[in-house]
């Protein structure tokens, strides 16, 4: 019975083993077009994820290119403004000794060509940088030229006195305020 059963379990073995690869070979041929569809769609996804990426990449690309065009058109007068600003400073100087005389109508007319100039470099975008004697020192905002002692307690290490203004244009500054600060 041993013989027997050996004999018939190699027989199961066999006729399963011939029964599996009939059931391959029958199951190969739609499994071929499966795994063909299968592919055409990955290859297809693989496209379509390329051509999001390329899109996003191209998109990021105008918004790039946009925005350095906008800063080069608000900075693209930087340097004019930058050349004007001794003039400005000279008007400003000229002003205040101009203002000690007692001729109302030289006052009157160099006021307003400064008055003009101060606009028109304002319309172009330049502004003044606020700093004050009295404010904490910002190194970020000014630029030191020099310390002298404190004339009261409550003046160490705020800024003592303005020497020459600073501006900015938009956002970035073109020169930085230089100051004399308490110690």
């Not at 105008?62 to 065009?69: F, G, P």
């Not at 404190?150 to 600073?166: F, H, N, Q, R, Y």
């Amino acid at each position: 019975m041993n013989q027997e059963s050996t004999e018939n379990i190699e027989k199961e073995i066999i006729e399963n083993e011939a029964t599996i690869e009939q059931n391959q070979e029958n199951a190969e041929a739609p499994t071929v077009e499966i795994s063909n569809e299968e592919k055409l769609e990955e290859d297809l996804a693989k496209e379509k994820d390329k051509f999001l990426r390329l899109f996003a990449e191209f998109e990021n690309y105008k918004k790039r290119t946009t925005k350095e065009r906008i800063d080069l058109f608000k900075t693209a007068n930087q340097e004019v403004l930058q050349a004007m600003l001794p003039i400005l400073d000279d008007f400003d100087r000229a002003m205040i000794e101009i203002s000690k005389t007692d001729d109302e109508n030289l006052i009157t007319g160099v006021n307003l060509i400064h008055e003009k100039l101060k606009n028109t470099l304002v319309s172009k975008g330049l502004e003044q940088v606020e700093i004050n004697p009295g404010d904490d020192f910002n190194a970020d905002f000014a630029e030191a030229i020099t310390q002298i002692p404190a004339p009261s307690a409550d003046l160490k290490g705020k800024i003592v006195d303005v020497i020459e203004k600073g501006y900015k244009l938009g956002d970035k500054i073109i020169r930085f305020p230089k100051v004399i600060i308490g110690n």
